[in-house]
Structure formats: structure tokens, C-alpha cells
């Protein structure tokens, strides 16, 4: 007999049973809503949450459409508990029910689930994977088959109660079903299947899980699943054991893998049990079960009636199978085999799990303060403190990306390529960190009274700049020294103080320090800084989700228990709690952001640098004119001189690299990420709008401004090349 519903139908839906059917009623139809009355009239239990349900369905992210607020309600009867409960319908219900899915399954894979026509055969062990397939609503259609009824000594293992008993199971496992979705379309056959129903049973079914203990019925199923080109998923509840035969990828393949040799539903035909029992155990592998189960099946018989199956691992089971049977809805590998998900084996593995170090003494020692890099430069020579005070510029990702050669006549700087980055687009960044080494190499010499000539030459990559060591000074640089030894990158976010309004000496400063080919704009406009925000916290999200990109970055970050602490950036310095290092641990897995960027979200990836720069004082944006490699060099050492300055006014200073910020054409955006390449321009494109910056008056730095009375620490250095 087969008992089904259909929630579709137009008339009220009905799941027949022993004891009556499922009824779905439709409130906007008059003929339903009357039937209702009755049954409510007769004091029927009716469980009514409809307003929560509404509320809680408008309040998930991002907001339902119109279909699913806008859908009538439904009452459902279930005659085995005498109870109306009233629901939202199919939309909002399948909406709100499986919300907690994503992004396990996105909204697109629950969808394409829900396309898949499952059977299984076997509601004992079938009846956890039934429920698991239900609750994460992966099917759109269950057909269950089980001729037998529910014996008290079935309640170890499946999740009814006493009530239940006598109970058929594939109703029983219905019945469970239609609490959880009445929607979900499920036929029970309680007669299980045989020689004459097994074609009409996997008729139109995408895939069959046999859980039966008949040998016969086991070899018929994969015998005409085979045929039809069905897929076979079976598991044993002993260690874990799942299964799978791939009869739509090759109709060929013997059943059982060929455990049993090439055998099909004839050949077993006639045999005696005692006869089947080597089949038995060829199919689970003798030398693969669990020692308890090997010995049992010795002792059935015996001690005794039959073979041990527990509850926890018919649990296991559904979760397994339903694993498997997402693969094979989205497509993804899975191949005919199997294998042994066992609990005891992982359960033996325990482990302490390592707990991260924070710096040893050593590394602590060589992270200088300001008071000890002056004691520093102080003990160098006159030519060692110049070299020295170029290694203290800052530069994208602390990569320190030059080469100083220095000797008694002078100290020439070039980049090392080695040190690139895709950001740093024809080494631009290189060459602006170049410019900041330079100036604090000017400070130095004149400083020290060695101030000679300083020369940039050559072309591209083979630029240099050089300072000449001849008797001389400059006070303007000169002066400058303590504050170029104090200059630090704040990473941290700005103090709970107000905003400060006063930014005068800033904005003079910026007047003074700009020339006719570069230039400090500052903005202080709150609408401008937020839509700042918005725009450079979009291309930060872009590089979280570009492979490459985000590889490029997390390379950048040191942990407490790196080894290469003399370059990058400490994640100590990043103004980060203790425990904001923790989500640290998830930014930095390119498998995460992988699937973040497959489902084109992670926009939470922004929020930090939406809330830095939105709380910012002001920003700066250094721009020159061209696009050469000095004239990057020369923007870095305008950009260094007005850092030191507002840094010595009491504000705190931060560079930020949109990740378009070297980008001037095209090709350059194409590099950075191909797959983003529309959404990049478009965000480029208005960020030049909002720093006042053009292909040919590029942006050399952008600097977030801010008060803080929480202190930063330099950051670690590597010994300069001599």
C-alpha cells in the first residue's frame, strides 16, 4: 500500500495513515476555512504562532520578498495528535525553516536540492537518514519503503517512542516528516518492496539509499538500479561504514563493488540463508568490522537473537548519507567507493590542542622603542646613522622593499624587486617607501653635518637615489631627527575622545609642504571620509576574496611564534583585542574566503576599515604630478616630511593602499583581480572623484588621521645592505 502527499494539490493535501490524514488548508480559501471551523468547533488542540513566525521571517537577512510576506497562512491537521497548528505558507515557511542552512547550502544549492527524488528502503538506519534529508530540506520528494512495524525493540535505535508502537515504519518516519515540513511531498510504502514493485519504486527516483536487511532485496535494488542508471547509497552503522555505487556514471560496474563477484538478483534467487552468509560478509569485509560486531556475529544464534546496532551510530549514519547525498545534488565529487567515518578511531586520537605562544624575550627585545632607537643612532657612525635612519621608513606591509649601499662617500637607495607585491603596481610602492628612506636618509646627513647633493637617476626599476657625504647641514631637515625617530604606523583605532575640530596647523602644514608637482590635500569633510569608507573598505573586501591578493596579504601579517619578525606587520600592532584574534585566525584561510568569494558575500570584511576610517580626525591625500619612478620617490619624502610634522602635533597616522590606489589604466586592474575587474574601475573611478586624483595627477599615499591616546611601537627592521 502506498500512503502519500501531495502538498501542491489544490485540495486540502492529505497523507493517509492508520489513524487519518494530513490536511493542509489554505486561509484565503472560503471551502477550507469552513472545514476548519468544524474541526476547531469540536475542541480540537490548535496551536497558533503565526505573528512570531511573521516576525521572525521579517527579520532575517537580507529581507524576504514580497511573495513570502505577502503568501497566506495555512492550517495543518494532524489527526495522530488531534492538534491544527497554523503555519506560513510553502514560501516563507521553507524561507525561515532552513534560513540556518546558509551558507552550509546557500539559497542557490537549496533550490537545486530541492529538485532531487530520493527513495530508501529500510526505515530502521533509513529512518535517521529520512529525518536528516527533511530537516536540511536536500530533497523535494521522499519515497520510503518498509513492510515492517515498529517493535519495542526497535527503540534503541530509532528516534520514536512508545506511543509509536505497532506503528508501520515508513508511516512512522512520514509521520515524523510532516511535523518538521508539511510541505515536503513524502510516500510511504508499507509493504516494502519486492520483485513485483521494485521498478515501479525507483520510477523517476535521482537516487535510491538501501538500508534493508534482506540480502534478496539488497542484490534486487542494485540489480535494477543498475539498469535504470541510479546511484546506490548504503551505510552499516558499524564504524561508520557509507557506500556508494555510481550506476548513472557507469552502468557497468558489478554490484558490491564485485565483492561478490558478478552476481545479480537471479543468481541469488533460491539460495538458503546459511548459503548467503559468506555474501554477507564479503559485502561489510570481514577484516573491516568493528571486533564487537565480528564477535557478535559469531554469538548470534546463541547468546544471541540478532545483530547489535546502536542508536548513536544510526545517527551517524543519517548525517553521513546526508553529506553524500549533497555531493551528488550540487555535483560535487563523489565517486563509487567507501569509506569509514569511525567515531573510536577518531575519539583515539585525542589531543591536547596547542595553545599559541605569545614573543619570547628575544623577539620582545627587538621590537626598539623610541627612547632606544635614539640610544641607537646615537652609538652608529656618521655614515651608519644615515643608513640607519632610512631603514626607519615606512613602507606597504612593512617589506622594506630597498637595498641601501653606503660607504664614505654617500648612500645610494634602490628597490629590491624581490620585495613586490601584485598591489604594487610597477613597483610604485616601492618607490614611495624609497622616497620616505630617502628623506629620513637627508635628516640624517644633515643632522650630522654630511649633507651633500641629492640625485635621483635612471629609468624604471634601475632608478636610484643618492646622497653625496660632503661637510654640510640643512636645519629645516635637521630638526626634523627626533620626530623622524618617533614616527610610528598606528594601526589601532582612534580614542573614545570627540572628533577634534581644530586641524589648522594641519591644514598649513599641508599648504607648506605642497609644491607644483605634489600636493597634500586634506579632507575633512564627514560626507567625503564616508564615502571613503565605503568605497576603500569595497576594494579591501576585494582583496580579501582574490586568491592571490589575500595570499599576498596574510603573508604580510607576523604572529607572535613567526619566525621572521625584522619584516611585516606584528599582529599585536594591529590594534586588535585578544579576543578579535581569534576571527584574525578565519581571515587568514584562503579556503574560507573561497567560498566567501563563490557566493559573492562577505561584506562583514569591511567593517573594520569602515569604522577606522569614519572615526578619523581627517585624511591626506599626497598626489603628484606623473607617474614616474621619481616621481614617486619624490612624492614619498613629501609624504614622510608631513607624517613626521602631524605626528609631532600630537596625531596619530596610518597609510591606507586602496587596492587601485597605483592603478592607473586598465591593464593594471585587469592584473589585480580579472574576475572583479568591472567592479574594480567602477570603485577606482570614484575614488579618484573623491581625492581629486586623475590617470596623470595620481594619488602617491592616502593617510588616515586620528587621535589616540593609546601608544604604537615601531616596527621591527631588517639590517640595511652595505
Known amino acids: 500500500m502506498v500512503q502519500e502527499y501531495r502538498a501542491e494539490d489544490q485540495s486540502p493535501a492529505t497523507v493517509e495513515t492508520t489513524t487519518g490524514t494530513v490536511e493542509v488548508f489554505d486561509e484565503t480559501d472560503p471551502t477550507h476555512m469552513c472545514r476548519v471551523a468544524e474541526l476547531r468547533a469540536t475542541g480540537i488542540d490548535a496551536l497558533d504562532t503565526l505573528v512570531t513566525q511573521r516576525a521572525s521571517l521579517r527579520s532575517l537577512t537580507p529581507a524576504p520578498g514580497e511573495p513570502e510576506l505577502a503568501e497566506p497562512a495555512q492550517w495543518i491537521l494532524y489527526p495522530w495528535r488531534g492538534t491544527l497548528v497554523r503555519l506560513l505558507g510553502p514560501l516563507g515557511f521553507r524561507r525561515l525553516r532552513l534560513d540556518r542552512n546558509r551558507n552550509k547550502i546557500t539559497t ?74 508539511p510541505y515536503l511531498r513524502v510516500d510511504a510504502w508499507t509493504d516494502g518492496v519486492d520483485e513485483n514493485t521494485i521498478d515501479d519504486f525507483l520510477d523517476g527516483l535521482d537516487l535510491v539509499i538501501e538500508e534493508c536487511d534482506s540480502f534478496d532485496v539488497k542484490v534486487l535494488i542494485r540489480d535494477r538500479a543498475r539498469r535504470r542508471g541510479i546511484p546506490v547509497v548504503m551505510e552499516t552503522s558499524d564504524r561508520g561504514l557509507i557506500d556508494v555505487e555510481r550506476y548513472d556514471l557507469d552502468p557497468q560496474r558489478p554490484l558490491f563493488h564485485g565483492l561478490v563477484g558478478d552476481i545479480d538478483s537471479a543468481s541469488v534467487a533460491g539460495l538458503s540463508v546459511r548459503e548467503k552468509i559468506p555474501f554477507g ?81 628575544s623577539a620582545t627585545g627587538q621590537s626598539a622603542g623610541t627612547a632606544d632607537l635614539r640610544s641607537l643612532y646615537d652609538t652608529c657612525t656618521d655614515i651608519d646613522a644615515v643608513a640607519f635612519a632610512a631603514t626607519r621608513a615606512p613602507s606597504g606591509g612593512n617589506a622594506q622593499p630597498w637595498i641601501i649601499d653606503v660607504d664614505t662617500t654617500g648612500i645610494t637607495l634602490r628597490i629590491d624587486e624581490t620585495r613586490s607585491s601584485t598591489v604594487d603596481i610597477e613597483h610604485r610602492g616601492s618607490f614611495v ?31 636610484t637615489a643618492r646622497i653625496a657625504f660632503t661637510t654640510g647641514t640643512d636645519t629645516r631637515l635637521a630638526t626634523q631627527l627626533p620626530g623622524m625617530l618617533d614616527r610610528v604606523t598606528h594601526r589601532g583605532a582612534p580614542g573614545t575622545d570627540p572628533i577634534l575640530p581644530e586641524l589648522t596647523n594641519l591644514a598649513d602644514l599641508a599648504a607648506r609642504l605642497s609644491t607644483q608637482t605634489h600636493r597634500v590635500h586634506l579632507i575633512e569633510d564627514r560626507d567625503t571620509i564616508d564615502r571613503l569608507a565605503e568605497n576603500i573598505s569595497a576594494t579591501d573586501r576585494i582583496r580579501f576574496l582574490t586568491d592571490r591578493l589575500h595570499r599576498e596579504m596574510i603573508a604580510e601579517l607576523r604572529w607572535p611564534d613567526s619566525h621572521d619578525l625584522d619584516t611585516g606587520i606584528e599582529v599585536t600592532s594591529l ?59 619624490r612624492g614619498g619624502a613629501v609624504a614622510e616630511e608631513f607624517w613626521i610634522h602631524t605626528q609631532a602635533q600630537g596625531y596619530s597616522v596610518h597609510p591606507i593602499t586602496p587596492l587601485p590606489l597605483y592603478a592607473t589604466a586598465a591593464h593594471h586592474l585587469k592584473r589585480l583581480t580579472p574576475d572583479r575587474v568591472d567592479e574594480l574601475t567602477t570603485l577606482r573611478d570614484e575614488l579618484n572623484t573623491l581625492t581629486a586624483t586623475t590617470s596623470s595627477h595620481p594619488a602617491t599615499l592616502i593617510l588616515r588621521i586620528f587621535r589616540t591616546s593609546t601608544p604604537a611601537s615601531p616596527s621591527r627592521r631588517h639590517t640595511p645592505h652595505h
Open 108 to 181: 542557490t544549492e537549496q533550490e537545486q536540492l530541492s529538485q532531487l527524488r530520493i527513495g530508501i528502503v529500510g526505515l530502521s538506519v533509513g529512518s535517521a537518514i529520512a529525518h536528516a534529508l527533511a530537516l536540511e530540506g536536500t530533497t523535494g520528494y521522499l519515497r520510503l519503503a518498509d513492510f515492517d512495524d515498529l517493535d519495542l525493540s526497535n527503540l534503541n535505535r530509532l528516534s520514536a517512542t512508545v506511543l509509536d508502537l505497532g506503528v508501520n515504519k515508513a508511516v512512522l518516519a512520514q509521520r515524523r516528516i510532516a511535523e518538521i515540513d
Open 281 to 361: 560478509l564479503r559485502i561489510l569485509e570481514a577484516d573491516a568490522i568493528s571486533s564487537r560486531m565480528a564477535a557478535s556475529v559469531l554469538d548470534v544464534g546463541t547468546t544471541l537473537s540478532t545483530w547489535p546496532q546502536l542508536g548513536g551510530d544510526v545517527l551517524l549514519g543519517g548525517a553521513s548519507v546526508a553529506a553524500a547525498v549533497r555531493r551528488f545534488g550540487l555535483g560535487e565529487p563523489l565517486p563509487s567507493g567507501r569509506a569509514r567515518i569511525d567515531i573510536g578511531e577518531h575519539l583515539d586520537q585525542l589531543r591536547e590542542p596547542l595553545i599559541p605562544q605569545g614573543p619570547t624575550e
Open 433 to 463: 617607501a624609497l622616497g620616505a628612506a630617502l628623506h629620513n636618509a637627508r635628516i640624517a646627513a644633515a643632522h650630522r653635518n654630511i649633507l651633500g647633493e641629492t640625485d635621483i637617476t635612471g629609468d624604471g626599476t634601475a632608478t
Open 575 to 633: 590594534g586588535i583585542p585578544t579576543a578579535g584574534l581569534a576571527a584574525l585566525e578565519l581571515l587568514r584561510r584562503p579556503d574560507v574566503m573561497t567560498h566567501l568569494n563563490l557566493w559573492d558575500t562577505g561584506q562583514a570584511l569591511r567593517s573594520d576599515t569602515i569604522t577606522r576610517l569614519t572615526s578619523s580626525n581627517a585624511i591626506a591625500v599626497i598626489t603628484q604630478t606623473g607617474t614616474s619612478a621619481r616621481d614617486y620617490i
